[in-house]
């Protein structure tokens, strides 16, 4: 039987998450007084020192700030496999040029980062660090109307292909033909989209190898590499955002588009978004009318 994939390629800022709007207020205003504004600023100030935080204290910000790359696998071809557990990161010597030695140095500490990324900050951080991240979550997620659950919400939905279907709604009969992937492609650098994605509770279902920063070659690019990755006859992409870059992109790659806004009049935001919608999307460009392949892309219960 033929294997039918669906890659949903998500932005980060403003579509699974909200960040730069509540620094800004923008979010808050658009409520028309019925949030506070300065609560949210505040929100996300806190955020903004979370994430630097544990990018220069765990995942060697300061060292690779100069260097950022699309994906941590990028300089793959230059990792000798060395065992790093007794590895020095602050005296190896690490910085300009970029010549092969330091590609090298660079590329362990992409495999130290995606290994730290697959265990999760529980690992890292310390009780009272977590019990302060988790608070902050759950007072964000209720500031925003529960957005980051929603997100993650749609997200789990999405990625049903890639978990045990025969624990799930869909019949075991078609575990074997469908996978769902979730992709992201944020325009931030890539070592703090990893730590975004793991702060606002994705890491679990976005592994690192699927996350892409577009801050240097475009989310075209970006688009592009994905494409070659997933390519197939059964293959099938959508991109879900809120920028015009992506937009423009997946009109390139003629994918459809969600586009996602903030503002409370919204046609597509969350919670609202479910996969049953983005179902619309792919059909509307690939042209799926068979009733099982929406049941699949929309789990019940949506």
Excluded at 220 to 244: A, H, Y
Excluded at 255 to 273: A, E, N, Q, T, Y
Aim: charged content about 25%.
């Amino acid at each position: 039987m033929d294997q039918k994939m669906n890659v949903y390629i998500w932005d980060m800022d403003e579509t699974l998450i909200l960040l730069k709007s509540l620094i800004n207020g923008t979010y808050a205003e658009a409520f028309n007084g019925s949030k506070n504004v300065q609560s949210g600023v505040e929100i996300g100030k806190m955020w903004e020192n979370h994430i630097l935080q544990i990018c220069d204290d765990h995942f060697f910000y300061e060292q690779v700030e100069n260097c950022n790359m699309p994906y941590l696998d990028v300089l793959k071809q230059y990792d000798d496999g060395r065992d790093l557990a007794e590895y020095d990161f602050n005296k190896d010597g690490f910085g300009p040029p970029s010549d092969d030695l330091n590609k090298k140095r660079l590329a362990y500490r992409h495999r130290a980062v995606a290994h730290k990324y697959k265990k999760g900050l529980h690992s890292i951080l310390d009780q009272d660090m977590i019990k302060s991240w988790s608070e902050l979550y759950d007072v964000t997620d209720s500031y925003t109307d529960m957005w980051f659950s929603a997100a993650r919400a749609c997200l789990e939905q999405c990625a049903v292909g890639d978990r045990d279907l025969a624990s799930s709604t869909v019949s075991t009969n078609d575990a074997g033909i469908y996978q769902h992937v979730n992709i992201l492609v944020t325009s931030g650098s890539l070592i703090p989209s990893l730590v975004k994605c793991l702060l606002f509770r994705l890491g679990d279902l976005i592994p690192s190898k699927n996350v892409y920063s577009s801050w240097e070659v475009g989310k075209l690019q970006c688009f592009s590499w994905i494409k070659e990755r997933f390519n197939g006859p059964n293959v099938q992409f959508c991109v879900i955002g809120d920028g015009w870059e992506e937009c423009e992109a997946a009109e390139s790659m003629r994918w459809p588009f969600v586009k996602i806004d903030p503002l409370p009049s919204s046609f597509h935001r969350f919670p609202g978004l479910t996969p049953k919608d983005l179902g619309h999307y792919f059909s509307v460009v690939y042209g799926n009318s068979d009733e099982k392949d929406n049941d699949i892309l929309a789990p019940s219960g949506n």
